[in-house]
């Protein structure tokens, strides 16, 4: 057992006899834990009343507990709620919603997923944020600013997920939240999300420990350490519960509910064991020391930093830096940064890279001079993967407003700044493992102007699927039913398919169908590497979504579709992605009456993806927020849509960061129809991008309407961002805000780009918020007929 899930067992030391509370109909709770000193105020008398161990918690009871001095709170066999010193908090029931309302303070919340029953939720409620499970371990603290004692203001409250999902959400701005998976945390203050920052292990164990008590004797009539004893057996029964499937790759194995006997549905093909050392595998990923921690290795210019001007890490506090000149680059023209012997054993691993690309190429250097960063990894084999990849010629920069120094490089007034971008990609290797991650930024052209790298947040992790097919292996299923059909309960798991180079999948059926269950999946639900096929004949959506709350994707994206073979395009004169990875007759995801959170729904790099159908339909009250981007379309993709590329009816969306459609990397998207469709009252609500972002010189056209709104009318679209730094340029009425080279020229919207406007309104914050956004002088965007 891990020393963090020790901590955790402590959490849940001490139980009760269900029993001695089950009799009292109006209670929500027990006491099992008192050390030190609380007092309890009930709603019918206005005396606050010494807390016992073995007390009952009724509805609508105020719970302080004093210094030094911790209560556990066990809740209809299902949740723990562990109070620290100096705490205030209600806890509240209703129709199968536990609400635990904290005023201030910290508290800890284990609840066990399988003990919730359908419809079943928990929350916790503080001044100014909302923390949502249904299974999961996390904890929760409510701070105040300075003289600050009641209501939202000056209150500041931090969300740490342990284990499982947690969705945090602002009271007041219901369309801000954000999800987080183990070992992440998010703040709020004043009605603001924070950006999501990762939890070390060693941070992880420090915050569980502050739970911990020393057990005591003599507590009634009844012996503490004789019901430790007594209960012990309960007790790792519910942290059991509490622990992702991810921790045990053999039961996760078996944890799906297809069509072949409840283990996956996958002939001829054999899972592959595998362990991987930590949940990630790189040493100091954050560079969180403050140095170039033992075990990187740099070669060449670069440091570790706080902040170079005004950019910090988004992730802790420290971040690295390299760039291509200065004192140490090799030959004044490259550095690397890199980390081997990673220890990571095993097939299939996730691998994300969250950097920064700075450059004093960009605006006024010819493009000959293509300064450029790629992060890889190397097998035990000594087989490469690039990972990402940034071009001075493609990044979507913007100027700095002034001159920044940091780590050696210094990053003049006027030049460019391509913001922080998350890379993950799946790899797979046939070697037994991964060696290597590797960082390296060079100049082409000349070595005058210097070019840098941010690099932060380095995750290597395992990934077992429920389906993984490499080596050449195919599956082929003539049966219509889905491959992977779950009906009830919540299911934990990686990933549902990944399918490797050679390997090849047919299915005359779809791939997944969820109703009335609850998916908690970590990396994605179709990867297709490149050299991969996936082929459904089925016109029903490839992944259907009834009712439920899932949280999908969470590293990836729903679906990760990758190729590595281009050919020049004719239509366009474009060198474009010929592997086409996916092919399917239906919608690729369609939510009905269903909760979604995921880091992006689509995401195409070097591939070719036609499709017949909208990518993403959202019917009848599905709700679903995208971390980034919601389809993303890279590395020289070619993508086509017969009609809507997105439809709502009756149904939200809402995009974090991001753009709702982004198209980057020289890559090209024609839509035989509108770009978005919204009807019957549904809401699309971008929160810091544009719905259309067009850069590196990537080409869109659109034969239909930018927006479409129809049925009974109502839909908003929302959109808010600073894109235009000032008044937008209006095209056919469209506010458009361009960079990098970019010009009128570049775009082409016809009159007619908003489709029966009286049914639906479109919100824009500022004069400066655009709804397109084109970056680079050979970028090009047409809507409407030619």
Known sequence: ????????????????????????????????????????????????LPLKFKDSIFERDKINTAEKSIVRVLMGGKAIVTVRELSVLTITEDLGKTTVNLESGKIAVAVARQRMKPGDRLEVHTPNAVAAVRGTVFVVEVTRQGAQ??????????????????????????????????????????????????????????????????????????????????????????????????????????????????????????????????????????????????????????????????????????????????????????????????GASGSLFSVQVTYNLLSNEWPTQPLVFNDTFIAKVTDRGGVTTEVARAERDTAPFQATPTTISGGGFTLARGNGIAGWTTSSKM????????????????????TVFDSAVLLDAVVVALDPPLHFLQSGATLTRTGLDPLIDFRAGTETFDSAMVIGAGSRVSLAGTLLRASGADLNVAFSLLSVLPGGSFVSSATDPLVAFQGGTHALGSSIGIFDLAGNRTALDAETGLTLATDKPLSAGGTLFQADGATVNTRQAVKVDAALLEATAPLIALLNGSAMTSAADSIDLTGRSKVTGAGSLVALDRSRLAVSRGALVNVAGGSYLRVAGDLLSLRNGSVLNILNGALLNVSGGSIVSVSGALVAFGGSGGSILSVSNSLCGGTCVLIGGIPVAFSGGATTANVSIGANAIKNPSLGTIKLTSPSTALVSVSGPASKVTIGPK
């Not at 009539?221 to 430790?228: E, F, K, P, Q, T």
């Not at 790899?427 to 991964?434: F, I, K, N, Q």
């Open 1 to 48: 057992m891990t020393r963090w899930l020790r901590r955790l067992s402590a959490l849940a030391l001490t139980l009760v006899p269900m029993s001695a509370w089950a009799q009292a109909q109006p209670q929500v709770g027990i006491v099992t834990t008192l050390q030190g000193q609380a007092t309890v105020s009930r709603v019918a008398t206005a005396a606050s």
């Open 149 to 342: 004692l009641g209501g939202s203001l000056g209150a500041h409250t931090q969300v740490t997920s342990v284990s499982g999902a947690v969705q945090v959400g602002s009271i007041g701005n219901p369309a801000n939240t954000a999800l987080l998976t183990a070992f992440q945390s998010v703040g709020v203050l004043s009605g603001v999300l924070g950006r999501i920052g990762n939890v070390t292990p060693q941070a992880m164990n420090g915050l569980l420990a502050g739970f911990a008590h020393s057990p005591q004797l003599g507590m009634g009539g009844d012996s503490l350490s004789a019901m430790v004893a007594q209960e012990q057996t309960k007790v790792e029964g519910l942290v059991e519960l509490l622990v992702p499937l991810a921790n045990n790759p053999s039961q996760q194995q078996n944890s799906t509910a297809g069509g072949c006997g409840g283990v996956p549905c996958v002939e001829n093909v054999s899972p592959t064991p595998a362990t991987v050392k930590g949940v990630n595998a790189v040493v100091n990923p954050g560079f969180e020391t403050g140095v170039f921690a033992p075990g990187w290795s740099l070669s060449g210019a670069g440091a570790v930093i706080q902040n170079i001007g005004p950019i910090t890490a988004p992730n802790g506090q420290f971040m690295g830096i390299i760039h291509t000149g200065g004192p140490g680059a090799v030959g004044g023209t490259t550095s690397r940064l890199s980390q081997s012997g990673l």
């Open 427 to 446: 790899v797979s290797t046939e070697s037994g493992g991964l060696d290597k991650i590797a960082f390296e930024i060079f100049d082409v052209g000349d």
